[in-house]
């Protein structure tokens, strides 16, 4: 009689797993922390060694700001409408987006134009560098914003977005509104600390 040996199975543990597009997103925000991170630090101690000019931030500005935070809203209906298939509301809420974010990059060259005609500019004192180092390299990240909502906005336009397929919309999603905390707090950082 053959003895028949019980041979126990153990599952493998779970994994856990994400996108890999999601995952290569929060990669790329934990990047851009970390460069306004050391950029700030890098105020604060240049700041306290003196030698500081303050300097009027044009109100431009503050205008900016409210585009940018109703552009956040407007990227968030896209959403919605992405999850209940609302295809027609989906592509008006992106392009209205992507205006609102077109109008911001030009209210920041605005005020870029408004501060050389206030006698400060790029070179000079490092109060002046930096204003125009953040609100550029904010500049920069958000036409990558635009790129992603671009290429999510031919996506919808393919009906490769939606209710079943929200990847690209989440991402683009994601990503706009961390580029709008970001101005809120470069923002509000270099109103406190002028």
């Known amino acids: ?3 028949v040996q019980k041979i126990q199975i153990e599952e493998a543990p ?3 797993s994400m996108d890999p597009k999601k995952f290569i997103l929060w990669g790329f925000i934990v990047t851009i922390i970390m460069l306004f991170a050391s950029q700030t630090s ?3 101690v240049r ?3 003196g030698n500081w000019v303050e300097f009027e931030v044009p109100q431009i500005f503050w205008y900016s700001t409210v585009v940018l935070i109703i552009s956040s809203l407007t990227m968030h209906w896209a959403y919605w409408a992405a999850k209940k298939d609302n295809f027609s509301t989906l592509k008006i809420a992106i392009s209205i ?3 609102l974010g077109l109008a911001f990059l030009w209210m920041q060259f605005e005020g870029w134009k408004e501060l050389v005609s206030q006698k400060i500019f790029f070179v000079g004192n490092p ?3 930096f204003f125009y180092v953040f609100t550029w390299l904010h500049g920069v990240h958000l036409i990558t914003g635009l790129i992603v909502l671009f290429v999510t ?6 009906l490769r977005v939606h209710a079943k397929n929200l990847r690209r919309i989440e991402i683009c999603t994601t990503y706009w509104h961390f580029l709008d905390i970001l101005w809120i707090y470069l923002f509000v ?3 406190y600390f002028r």
């Open 1 to 3: 009689m053959e003895q």
């Open 14 to 16: 779970e994994t856990l």
């Open 42 to 44: 890098a105020y604060l």
């Open 47 to 49: 700041r306290a060694e």
């Open 97 to 99: 987006t992507f205006a």
């Open 127 to 129: 109060s002046q560098s």
């Open 153 to 158: 906005f031919t996506s919808a336009m393919g």
């Open 189 to 191: 950082f270099l109103l």
